[in-house]
């Protein structure tokens, strides 16, 4: 039972992280361009135009999807509630493959491609 109610927790953090840190981005983000905080591609760090840009578009998507991931990670899990550490291992990997799929596929690809549709490869916006 402790093991479940660890990896229910553990299963929890990145869309939880996410929520937090596209609720920072959109509200607060990060002002400057730098290689540590922020989301950082060639692309986004162009100019400060881009840096913007990219940090609040990226901060709603993440946001969003770290919401729709909440219950999305948490059903399966309660759905394993008593089983095997075997089951719950399982279905914890499963999750966190969904989790990674939503935070790469759903988030980075659409932010580059709005900064593609926005600006130029110079970094004007178009």
Do not use: C
């Amino acid at each position: 039972m402790a093991f479940g109610n660890i990896m229910l927790l553990v299963m929890l953090m990145l869309p939880l992280m996410m929520v937090g840190f596209g609720w920072l981005f959109m509200k607060n983000p990060p002002k400057s361009m730098n290689p540590f905080f922020g989301y950082n591609t060639r692309r986004s760090m162009r100019n400060q135009d881009t840096w913007d840009f990219a940090q609040r578009y990226f901060g709603k998507l993440w946001f969003v999807f770290g919401l729709v991931s909440l219950p999305v990670s948490l059903v399966p899990l309660l759905l394993v509630v008593g089983k095997s550490e075997r089951v719950v291992s399982i279905t914890g990997l499963i999750v966190l493959v969904i989790q990674t799929i939503i935070m790469v596929f759903a988030t980075f690809i659409p932010t580059e491609r709005a900064l593609k549709n926005h600006f130029d490869e110079s970094g004007r916006p178009r």
